[in-house]
């Protein structure tokens, strides 16, 4: 099947510093998403990506749909407390109708 | 609207035991899913629908089953639960399969096999 290679695994980081987390896949998604788990709760949608190349942000969030369909990355600037949580990659391939995960960044910002 | 709702919470059983993790969603989504989460690891798919009465396998179906009678509730059995069945389990749902990126996921149930 798929698999979904998401790095770093974890990040400490100190507020106020940019944070950069990445995707790469062995197959082509035609859809990357990026989601947020904070403890006890559902992954939340940040950012959905649609087409190769594509360059969408949120507030702070910024993610990139790699032009080879095969990567994704997610920058958050200027890092802040409740940023802390799981981060996780999804991507979605156009025959498929499942979704496939990446493993999750845990990330903690030390006031 | 509640949104995405799952029952229980957290459910503790005995290996062999069987039991049926609720899932419902009040916002008339066609498509509803079932994942499983376990330490270290992404969420991975067990079963989905894509409408009332339609039902299909994702990554890791075995040892579950899935029925889906009304367009509101697709609750998740396991039949014989075995300890490699303790997971966090979320419930998630969309308007229609293409729709991704309005996918809703529940809280989840935390779920120990002894």
């Known amino acids: 099947g798929q698999q979904l290679n998401q790095s770093p695994q974890s990040m400490f980081i100190q507020e106020g510093e940019d944070v950069s987390m990445n995707c790469t896949s062995s197959?082509?998604?035609?859809?990357w998403l990026w989601y947020k788990q904070d403890p006890g709760e559902g992954p939340v949608l940040l950012i959905a990506?649609?087409?190769?190349?594509e360059l969408t942000s949120n507030g702070r969030l910024t993610a990139q749909f790699g032009i080879t369909r095969k990567d994704s990355f997610l920058n958050i600037s200027a890092s802040i407390p409740s940023d802390v949580g799981i981060y996780f990659c999804?991507?979605?391939?156009?025959?498929?109708?499942?979704?496939?995960f990446g493993a999750g960044t845990r990330l903690t910002v030390k006031p | 609207n509640a949104g995405v709702t799952q029952t229980p919470k957290f459910q503790v059983l005995k290996t062999g035991q069987s039991m049926t993790l609720q899932c419902a969603q009040d916002m008339n989504h066609e498509y509803m899913s079932w994942y499983r989460q376990d330490p270290g690891m992404g969420l991975r798919l067990i079963h989905y629908s894509v409408g009332a009465g339609i039902t299909d396998q994702g990554e890791v179906p075995n040892g579950y089953n899935v029925s889906r009678s009304t367009t509101e509730d697709f609750p998740l059995r396991l039949l014989s639960a075995a300890p490699s069945q303790t997971s966090v389990y979320f419930c998630?749902?969309?308007?229609?399969?293409?729709?991704?990126?309005?996918?809703?996921f529940g809280p989840g149930t935390r779920l120990t096999v002894t």
């Open positions: 999804a991507g979605r391939s156009y025959n498929n109708n499942d979704m496939r």
């Open positions: 998630a749902s969309t308007p229609h399969r293409d729709r991704v990126d309005e996918q809703y």
């Open positions: 990506l649609y087409k190769a190349g």
């Open positions: 197959s082509i998604f035609n859809t």
